[in-house]
């Protein structure tokens, strides 16, 4: 078991940490509420990388902090664990999980954050360059631009509103995207 979590951990480093890079991400432009840093975003579309080969009906779940009373908090640090999903190949293919911990950069307005990975050996910082208002959405990319990723809080997206979520993805200066396979709602 230990092998398969180090071979996805090296897998999803191979896919965020190499490619063909824009010159950078945009900076995020809307500040985030901790609430992005709990519940389940799936994947909507991303830019291909090494790491999500076949990788269908894929999300990301953020744990926060253990609950104080009747609110669900990030830590005082920031910190919070995460939970990501691949199935292999289809929808309902074997599951590749991994999990790790993140953290919200100080300072980011909650827009940044940063994974670690292998134990903390190491750390990749991401952005949510864009967000709808409400939330339901969010455009997630690595800052040196090489990835991109649409996430929702619902595993199919509007049609009208993935066209707009996407029309601001491809604005942004990500043309080269795969759409990874939800189940259906």
Partial sequence: MRSLQLTTVGALLCGALTG??????????????????????YEI??????????????STEFKAA???????????????SVVQVCRKGDPSGP????N???????????????????GGLKTQE??????ADDQSW???????GNYVWLLSRQAVMAPAEKAAALAR?????????????????
């Fill in 66 to 80: 253990p609950p104080r009373g009747d609110v669900q908090l990030i830590s005082d640090t920031g910190a919070f």
């Fill in 126 to 131: 991401y952005w949510v360059i864009e967000r």
């Fill in 169 to 185: 993805v491809r604005a942004l200066g990500y043309a080269k995207l795969e759409f990874p396979k939800q189940p259906p709602a």
């Fill in 20 to 41: 063909s890079a824009l010159a950078a991400a945009s900076p995020p432009a809307k500040p985030v509420s901790t609430a992005f840093y709990a519940g389940k975003w």
């Fill in 45 to 58: 579309a991303r830019t291909p990388n090494a790491g999500q080969r076949d990788c269908e009906a894929a």
């Fill in 100 to 118: 790790t911990k993140g953290k919200i950069v100080i300072g980011s307005r909650n827009a940044k954050f940063s994974m670690s990975f292998l």
């Fill in 95 to 98: 599951a590749k999980v991994f």
């Fill in 138 to 144: 969010a455009i997630m990319a690595t800052p040196g």
